[in-house]
């Protein structure tokens, strides 16, 4: 029987090799009555290359707000964020984030939802380079078929793979996901998640997820991120799943490591779950 690894999130701090440092970040905001109130407490965290991490832990924890810090589209009241050694002040292309909620512009295709993020970013590429590549992309997500639709003819799984496709497509170092499967019905769910696994496994990068999923978190991440409760929320403890990749969820629900690690989970967040708590 495996015994849930944790280690302290300072652990590998100073560790020059890490690709995405986040160093004692604190987020706070104006309190109506004076003062401040505190969201993220003194965050530290470390993620490789090719490392999939996911992040759990009750709403109000402050998760997204550290997802947006790391994309740069909201500051740290103190502390930073470090990818290969330059810290980050404002998004940035190597960031790419992926919402629960599409944001797709519903005037433009499937193609042109895509391509519009290419020729932002990939600016030095010939229009055949560009074509080229907003055509691989789609290609991943088995969007080829509804290249020419609008958003407004897709389903949520649909759009939510070109909201994908379009962050994959410029070539990010780090992929940040907000619950990127949290919108869907079960089934298209757990297709999503393939589809989106068997990319990351054939391309690696970083990628930091956040999701309210143990199995979720299991299936996908290499490991998880255990949240305290907001205010002033904290990392509790990280995870180690040493399942290796490529997974299959029945394989790994066979495993009787793999419901140790889920029971460690959840037991960890009934512990820190509160009567003012919202799932």
């Known amino acids: 029987m495996i015994k849930p690894l944790t280690f302290p999130a300072t652990d590998r701090l100073r560790d020059p090799a890490e690709f995405l440092r986040i160093e004692n970040v604190t987020k706070a905001y104006p309190a109506a009555g004076g003062g401040q109130t505190v969201i993220l407490d003194g965050i530290n965290l470390t993620i490789g290359a090719d490392e999939y991490i996911s992040v759990i832990g009750h709403s109000g924890c402050g998760k997204s707000t550290l997802l947006k810090i790391v994309a740069g589209l909201e500051q740290a009241t103190s502390g930073s964020v470090w990818l290969e050694g330059r810290e980050v002040r404002k998004p940035g292309a190597e960031r790419m984030m992926v919402f629960q909620q599409y944001s797709l512009l519903p005037w433009l295709t499937v193609r042109e939802n895509v391509r519009l993020a290419v020729d932002e970013v990939l600016r030095n590429l010939s229009s055949a380079e560009k074509r080229e590549i907003v055509n691989e992309h789609l290609a991943m997500v088995n969007l080829t078929p509804a290249a020419e639709k609008y958003p407004d003819e897709l389903s949520g799984g649909m759009k939510q793979r070109v909201g994908i496709a379009r962050a994959l497509a410029i070539r990010p170092k780090v992929l940040l996901m907000d619950e990127p499967f949290g919108a869907l019905d079960a089934l298209t769910r757990g297709k999503l998640q393939r589809q989106v696994l068997d990319i990351w496994e054939n391309h690696r990068q970083a990628v930091m997820m956040i999701t309210h999923d143990v199995d979720e978190a299991l299936y996908m991440s290499d ?49 820190h779950f509160g009567h003012d708590d919202q799932l």
Do not use: C, S, W
């Open 223 to 271: 490991r998880i991120i255990l949240m305290t409760n907001g205010p002033a929320a904290q990392i509790g403890e990280i995870l180690e799943v040493p399942f290796a990749h490529p997974r299959q969820p029945k394989e790994l629900r066979e495993l009787p490591e793999y419901y140790e690690l889920r029971n460690h989970a959840l037991n960890f967040l009934d512990r």
